[in-house]
């Protein structure tokens, strides 16, 4: 581990006020960063202004808004995981399989991360690909990347979410999110029945690595066609287990 005269501070400033943009704070002023950072006013201004200087945000005067460059961060990283490389022709020969789209993601905080995708048809009003983010407490992967770690891990995520319900489906009480991430567990899988989205549901599997480790998780979504939703079950749980049995004899 480095020494703490070893951090640089600045650089950790900066990828805080970073990692402050999002999809309900796209264009954000001086003062929104501040607040949404815990920085003071000052620091703030120096850092955005470095980010507007070397091309990472643009700035109309008053508001800051980070450009396509900072893609260049994250797609980065992804390109160099290897298990985006590993999982992506596995993924590709599934979604051919049953004709539905297929992902993997790892998580990330109170969020799952996609890392490789396989689309066959759009099925969400918003385009998926790697380096998209949903959040862990109401996606199949989520729940069954919460369901491989401790209990207590597993609930202190989710308390610490924001549970504001995405659709009429959405589950709310942190309760009864943890029975279904249980039930996960118990099964080794998770449905989700229109929680992300109205008329989305999908089945979700762990992917393990040759040391057992629950390391990603790989998932299909389909459209809400079923009589109910555990016929997700029946229908694509065995495929699913297949590449994960395939994937358990490779990933590291």
Known sequence: MANRTDIIGSLGKGL??????????????????????????????????TLHDLGYASYDGKFFALTARVLRLGMGALAAMPLAHLVQP?????????????????LDGTEIVYLARAAQRRVMSIGLMPGSRLPVHCTS???????AL???????????????????????????????????????????????????????????????????????????????ATDLVALYLEPLLKVQEGLRRVLR
């Open 141 to 147: 992967m989520g729940r069954v990347l919460l369901a």
């Open 16 to 49: 805080q006020v970073i990692e402050a943009f999002g999809a309900d704070q796209p264009r954000m002023s001086i003062s929104d960063v501040a607040a949404a950072t815990g920085l003071d006013r000052a620091t703030a201004r120096r850092c955005l202004l």
């Open 150 to 228: 401790p209990r207590d891990q597993a609930l202190a995520l989710i308390t610490s979410s924001d549970l504001t319900p995405r659709t009429p489906h959405s589950l709310t009480d942190p309760t009864e999110i943890m029975t279904r991430i249980d039930a996960a567990r118990r099964d080794g899988y998770a449905v989700i029945d229109q929680e992300v989205e109205p008329g989305l549901r999908s089945i979700a599997v762990p992917l393990h690595s040759v040391q057992g480790r629950v390391i990603a998780a790989i998932n299909t979504g389909v459209a809400a066609v079923q009589a109910d």
């Open 90 to 106: 596995w993924l590709e020969q599934l979604s051919d399989r049953i004709g539905q789209s297929t992902s993997v993601s790892i």
